[in-house]
């Protein structure tokens, strides 16, 4: 099993920004594609950014420009720094881990609980 715990989300005005964090344990994080996903109410999970092992991200066309994953294997930690943020930006955000290349997250084994992220105008 792998365990995923996101934080750092929270309230803040549109052009704000938030860092989110997820924290990885219980197999080897390096080996796993990295995703952050987010879902309004009544709404479909979104895909919104990845990582993969390589180091190669792939981002939602809404969240280009602004939005950046990265992550540290020494600390086995995935980040979202998310700038000029929009109220249309407000959800849910998941982290996830996969073993294979996929924006669906159908293809993600694991997920954290979500961490709320509010942006007002």
């Known amino acids: 099993q792998v365990q995923l715990v996101e934080s750092g989300g929270g309230l803040v005005q549109a052009g704000g920004s938030l860092r989110l964090s997820c924290a990885a344990s219980?197999?080897?994080?390096?080996?796993?594609?990295m995703g952050w996903f987010r879902q309004d109410p009544g709404k479909e999970r979104e895909f919104v950014a990845r990582i993969r092992t390589s180091g190669g991200t792939t981002y939602l066309d809404s969240v280009k420009g602004r939005f950046t994953i990265s992550r540290d294997n020494a600390k086995n930690t995935v980040y979202l720094q998310m700038n000029s943020l929009k109220p249309e930006d407000t959800a849910v955000y998941y982290c996830?881990?996969?073993?294979?290349?996929?924006?669906?997250?159908?293809?993600?084994?694991?997920w954290g609980q979500g961490t709320q992220v509010t942006v007002s105008s």
């Open positions: 219980g197999r080897t994080f390096s080996n796993y594609n």
């Open positions: 996830a881990a996969s073993t294979v290349i996929t924006v669906s997250p159908r293809g993600y084994n694991y």
